[in-house]
């Protein structure tokens, strides 16, 4: 299995709603990340997560809380967003070993729209 | 803190010509990526460029490093209608962080 996939794949919701976005590989990687993209816009890094555990959050907001429950997934728990956290949220996962050169495997992504 | 430039942001260019994309980093980077990205889809993979001089080349994309000009190119030779997208260059150093480019977003004209 060489892909990284993504639930779900459009998602809308209310600035009250609770949910959360899920990301699965299964190529042994340790290392997993997830992006934001804004249309036209090239993707920002949101965290990392590097043998499981949280190694970069860039100052993300904390109504985005990641979580690595193993290996294989990650999640982004999503809760009182803005408008204008409407995005393309991709997920992300390299091997993540020393040395490697850490070529980043991108999932499908979730649209999101917040309104 | 590790920036990418890539030049130009828009590429409109007619099927069979050639041109280049330009992607200039400012610090020290030990690898460089090109990935395509198609309207409202997910990020491919394209080239993985690793030390001084490399140079890769699939059909008709072919991308080259130069590591002391801190500069990448990603040349299109006759290009074909179906290589327009959104062209992204990202460097990184280390293990974990990528930086990307703005893009280059390509429309081959017929």
């Known amino acids: 299995d060489t892909e990284v996939t993504q639930t779900p794949k459009h998602l809308v919701m209310g600035m009250t709603n609770k949910k959360s976005l899920k990301c699965e590989q299964h190529m042994g990687h340790r290392a997993m990340y997830w992006y934001k993209q804004k249309a036209k816009k090239p993707p920002e890094l949101m965290f990392v997560?590097?043998?499981?555990?949280?190694?970069i959050n860039e100052s993300v907001p904390s109504r985005f809380s990641p979580e690595c429950p193993n290996s294989s997934l990650l999640n982004l728990h999503l809760h009182a967003l803005q408008p204008e956290d409407s995005a393309l949220y991709l997920c992300?996962?390299?091997?993540?070993?020393?040395?490697?050169?850490?070529?980043?495997?991108f999932g499908p992504g979730t649209r999101l729209t917040v309104l | 803190e590790l920036k990418v430039e890539q030049n130009p942001l828009f590429l409109s260019m007619q099927e069979g010509k050639n041109y280049t994309i330009y992607c200039n980093y400012s610090?020290?980077?030990?690898?460089l990526y090109w990935y395509r990205q198609d309207p409202g889809k997910s990020l491919e993979s394209l080239f993985v460029l690793l030390s001084n001089g490399a140079v890769k080349q699939e059909g008709r994309l072919m991308a080259s490093l130069d590591t002391k000009a801190r500069l990448s190119t990603l040349h299109i030779t006759a290009a074909v209608h179906d290589l327009s997208a959104t062209y992204f260059c990202?460097?990184?150093?280390?293990?974990?962080?990528?930086?990307f480019g703005t893009g280059t977003r390509l429309t081959i004209i017929p």
């Open positions: 997560y590097s043998y499981e555990k949280l190694s």
């Open positions: 992300a996962s390299s091997q993540g070993l020393a040395g490697g050169h850490n070529e980043q495997f």
């Open positions: 990202a460097a990184g150093f280390g293990n974990e962080k990528l930086t």
């Open positions: 610090t020290t980077s030990d690898r």
